[in-house]
């Protein structure tokens, strides 16, 4: 079965402080990541993907496929980046998404 | 203007009645889903469609049933017996699966009444 378990509902960090979302993953195959961004009053969108190796609004995210790893990272954050972030999974048949429950990030000036 | 519109945008529903809720697309795409979002637990997966005239379950099927006659078009039915249908729903379409990122509507939400 596939699952993605986000653990925080709510990070809270001010405004150029180091971010963190953390994301975890079960699934025993090959699995694609990726990381979703929803902005007030915007559409869900998908912010990176860990087969792109890129990096958006200076966010990275690595998978750790050692410990079933794929946490979202910014050096800085910025009050822009407030937002809903949801972390998904696609299976080796690549057919569907598994999305974890979503960390609310909120960053403070 | 390409992209994928979901309407109504609210819905209210009594007791016993079905609703159907519409998602059309213009981008495209082979593959259309419907997903439900509840605070706190995420987006849990309805039904996907990955074909015209093919569809499956998803992870809460019961009490839903959809319909892929055409490409452009996948609409959700939420039937009487779906015992809790309160809940904000989300389509998404992608061209040949998740690997090139999903599109999404901006969702309806549907109320009992």
């Known amino acids: 079965a596939q699952r993605v378990t986000q653990p925080e509902k709510l990070l809270s960090v001010f405004k150029g402080a180091p971010v963190e979302l953390k994301c975890n993953y079960s699934y025993s195959g090959s699995p694609e990541l990726f990381w979703y961004v929803q902005y007030s009053r915007q559409r869900l969108q998908l912010l990176l993907r860990?087969?792109s190796r890129e990096s958006i609004k200076g966010f990275t995210a690595d998978l750790n496929k050692g410990e079933t790893s794929f946490h979202l990272k910014k050096p800085f954050a910025q009050e822009e980046d407030s937002a809903m972030y949801y972390c998904?999974?696609?299976?080796?048949?690549?057919?569907?998404?598994?999305f974890g429950a979503g960390t609310i990030l909120r960053v403070k000036s | 203007d390409g992209g994928i519109t979901q309407s109504p945008k609210y819905l209210f529903r009594k007791e016993g009645q079905n609703v159907t809720l519409s998602c059309e697309q213009n981008l495209n795409h082979d593959a259309m889903y419907w997903y439900r979002q509840d605070p706190g637990q995420g987006l849990r997966l309805i039904y996907y469609?990955?074909?015209?005239?093919?569809?499956q379950k998803g992870d809460i099927a019961e009490g839903y049933s959809v319909s892929r006659e055409k490409k452009e078009s996948f609409p959700l039915t939420v039937t009487s017996a779906q015992k809790n249908p309160t809940a904000f729903y989300l389509c998404?379409?992608?061209?040949?699966?998740?690997?090139?990122?999903?599109?999404f509507g901006s969702g309806t939400r549907l109320t009992v009444v």
């Open positions: 998904a999974l696609s299976g080796e048949y690549g057919n569907k998404l598994v």
């Open positions: 998404a379409s992608s061209k040949g699966g998740p690997s090139r990122g999903y599109t």
């Open positions: 469609s990955q074909i015209v005239n093919d569809f």
């Open positions: 860990h087969i």
